[in-house]
């Protein structure tokens, strides 16, 4: 019987975050209340707060249920030495993009993330989850720029800050757009060739007599 109870009571939390994840989507963070969201999710009011403190709390469960954009991505660079670091991170931003197409609920999740939650005090700990996941992958990419200069490998006007700094803004740009549904920003269409032309243009074999 506790297990059952146990049970019961998971499958309440994934309902009222899916209800969430629908709700937020369409209308927003600050112009959805607890209520409405217990309403969406066939639940009382009080079943919600018994889960969830806050909308804050809400919101920090939501978004633990997905990997951020970068962070899959980088989380399996970090953990590998690289012999050929500027392609694994092109592959590993090609995976990323990908990722965004197909997988509609980390669309919809990073759409609120990033488009439809106001930052404000309250949701602080999503501020910094979002700062920490781009300081992370910035980290990360120049340092495995740093492993391609090492091996002769990056194209010299350029230095691994410079690289990482374009690459970060090039993958933000496109998942913002992308979030956006500007044709110009699609994930696949327009985001892969990109992707694609700007890390060949970083490598050395892409330039004249080796330079």
């Known amino acids: ?31 959805t209340s607890l209520e409405e969201i217990a309403k969406a999710a066939g639940v009382t009011r009080g079943a919600v707060y018994w889960h969830f403190k806050d909308k804050a709390d809400l919101c920090e469960a939501m978004t633990r249920r997905i990997m951020l954009p970068y962070e899959d991505m980088m989380e399996k660079l970090a953990a590998q030495p690289s012999a050929a670091p500027i392609e694994d991170l092109k592959n590993a931003c090609i995976h990323s993009l990908r990722m965004m197409a197909k997988d509609q609920r980390r669309r919809k999740v990073v759409t609120i993330f990033f488009l439809r939650c106001e ?15 781009w300081n992370r992958m910035l980290y990360l990419a120049e340092k495995l720029f740093c492993k391609a200069k090492e091996l002769k490998m990056l194209a010299p006007q350029w230095t691994p800050r410079q690289a990482a700094i374009t ?5 933000s740009g496109f998942i913002l757009g992308g979030l956006q549904k500007r044709k110009s920003f ?16 970083l490598q050395v074999s892409s330039f004249p007599n080796g330079s």
């Open 1 to 31: 019987m506790a297990r059952r109870t146990k049970d019961d009571a998971e499958k309440t939390r994934h309902a009222i975050i899916d209800a969430a994840e629908d709700v937020f989507y369409k209308r927003g963070v600050s112009r």
């Open 167 to 171: 690459a970060h803004a090039l993958m």
């Open 186 to 201: 699609s994930f696949i269409s327009t985001g892969i060739p990109c992707v694609e032309a700007f890390f060949n243009s």
């Open 119 to 133: 930052y404000v005090e309250e949701m602080m700990n999503l501020i910094q989850r979002q700062t920490e996941s």
